[in-house]
């Protein structure tokens, strides 16, 4: 791994610290935003009516709402990549019953604390929770039913090495569904810099073409888009840091950020190399 990948892997690590460590002052921040108190909440979904939801687990960090199209069934082995207080494992348990198990990684032992917490609060003994990097998992392989993840992976350089790493974990069979943040088309340099302080999630962003095809090459099958919506910067922080004619532009262009929840499947059968057969 390259200094610039190091550099943004310790600056998003210590980003979520400090979101957990304030907690609920925080939870309006999005992703990784460079300035909390600028950052509308538009890209999180509504939690409160899935069942297992735990609100002290929710810091409205995510872009979707994976275990909408997970396909989680009672006893099965759920994986949570970038867990943070637990929000999603929680949802995933109430899935997976008291006979199956949630297992959550992240790299913030601030929010590995946290989300433990919300565990031993809520009762559950087959969630647990593991520090580690999602780019080189403390997971064994073919071990897990279903991975699901919210809005992390783009906060991530090297997408390529996650989604061998989900090949690699994922039972032959099994699936996952990620929810993330994606480009199309080139945006103008001004927008990219406004994108980055409204909402660092955004500023790791690839284009949608690229991200889905570092699946297709890690040898998932059946990938598709099950939910995708645009994320609409507001005027008045467009206006705090463009001028008219750059706002203009940018809302003529066809070029966008946007929320995709895509899923994808491990083939049953799989090669010694690690392709598909």
């Known amino acids: 791994m390259n200094n610039k990948e190091n550099e943004i892997k310790e600056m998003v690590k210590q980003k979520y610290t400090e979101i957990a460590l304030k907690g609920e002052e925080n939870n309006s921040s999005c992703c990784c935003s460079r300035n909390p108190t600028e950052v509308y909440n538009i890209m999180n979904e509504d939690y409160t009516k899935e ?20 396909g989680i069934k009672k006893g099965a082995t759920v994986l949570d990549l970038g867990s943070g207080a637990g929000n999603d494992c929680f949802v995933a348990r109430a899935e997976v019953g008291e006979t199956g198990k949630v297992i959550g990684i992240d790299f913030s032992e601030a929010m590995l604390e946290k989300a433990r917490k919300n565990a031993e609060k809520m009762g559950y003994n087959n969630v647990s929770f593991r520090q580690g990097d999602i780019e080189d998992m403390p ?12 809005c992390v992976l783009n906060l991530l350089p090297n997408k390529d090495k996650i989604f061998h790493e989900i090949f690699r974990v994922i039972k032959p069979g099994g699936h996952f569904c990620i929810s993330d943040i994606v480009l199309v088309g080139q945006l103008p340099d001004s927008l990219k810099e406004v994108a980055e302080f409204y909402a660092g999630c955004v500023s790791g962003a690839i284009q949608k073409s690229d991200y889905l095809g570092e699946i297709a090459n890690a ?9 995708e919506k645009t994320i609409l910067i507001p005027d008045e922080i467009l206006e705090k840091h ?36």
């Open 51 to 70: 069942e297992g939801y735990n609100a002290d687990a929710d810091l409205g960090l995510g872009c979707g709402l994976p275990s909408q199209f997970a």
């Open 139 to 150: 997971i064994g392989g073919n071990s897990i039913d279903v991975v699901i993840s919210n």
């Open 219 to 227: 040898g998932f099958e059946k990938i598709e888009i099950r939910k």
């Open 242 to 277: 463009l001028d008219e004619k750059a706002i203009n532009e940018f809302k003529t262009n066809q070029a966008g950020i946007f929320s995709i929840t895509v899923t994808g499947v491990k083939p049953k059968k799989v090669c010694d190399c690690g392709g598909c057969c």
